[in-house]
């Protein structure tokens, strides 16, 4: 016969209750102990301002001006005289300068040979392409029409352009290229005058002034039988190779 245990005297018999009872607790615990909060207390400081009285200022003494007052005005005199005005003053008429239709101007006669007449010349350079007598370049001389001075005019700018042209050092190594209008005037003495230039850069646009600066002096040109200012211009171009 198997021997009968009593149900009420067995041990493990509510285990599984006592450990969830258990394990809530320890949670349960936890968990509040986590929640808890603890605060610092506020530290007090004291601050101590002391102040000291120990400055001393040394007041400045002043001194009142004292000024003398001003004398007091004239009294009025007791008597007062009466001057009878003696004199008699004479007033200036002015005459009024307005002409009316009653006044009569002469005409004034003039004689025509005291006019002196004299003639101005006018200081106006006139363009290379409509002058009457170019300017004659050193070795044009030859060379009879005014097409062919003119032709031989041009070749010989060109070929001064070309014999003292120089490539400035510094626009050679910036590498400035273009092309620089030249204008100027050949005055009634055949000297090069009033040199304009206009480009990309100055370094070009001074050489190109000293280009056309050192031009030799030429015969002037003449309009109407006169020597007379010619104006002339020229491209020149500056390129690399």
Request: with cysteine; proline share 8%.
């Amino acid at each position: 016969m198997k021997p009968k245990k009593n149900p009420n005297v067995e041990i493990g018999r509510n285990s599984s209750l006592y450990f969830m009872i258990g394990l809530t607790s320890v949670l349960f615990l936890t968990w509040q102990s986590l929640e808890v909060k603890f605060y610092e207390e506020e530290s007090k400081v004291s601050e101590i301002v002391q102040v000291t009285d120990d400055l001393k200022e040394e007041v400045p003494i002043t001194e009142m001006l004292r000024t003398t007052p001003p004398p007091p005005p004239p009294s009025a005199p007791d008597v007062i005289e009466i001057v009878e005005d003696v004199e008699e003053v004479e007033e200036t008429v002015i005459e009024s300068t307005e002409s009316s239709q009653e006044t009569y101007i002469e005409d004034a006669i003039v004689n025509i040979e005291d006019v002196n007449v004299e003639e101005v010349e006018e200081d106006i350079a006139v363009p290379f392409a409509v002058i009457e007598y170019v300017p004659v370049f050193p070795g044009c001389e030859v060379y009879d029409t005014q097409a062919e001075r003119k032709a031989c005019f041009n070749e010989k700018i060109q070929e001064h352009v070309k014999n003292n042209f120089k490539y400035p050092p510094t626009a050679l190594e910036m590498q400035i290229t273009g092309r620089v209008y030249v204008q100027f005037v050949i005055d009634s003495k055949g000297h090069v005058t009033n040199i304009q230039q206009r480009g990309p850069d100055h370094l070009l646009e001074d050489e190109a002034a000293r280009i056309i600066a050192a031009l030799p002096t030429v015969k002037p040109g003449q309009q109407r039988g006169k020597p007379v200012k010619v104006k002339y211009s020229i491209p020149i171009n500056f390129v690399m190779n």
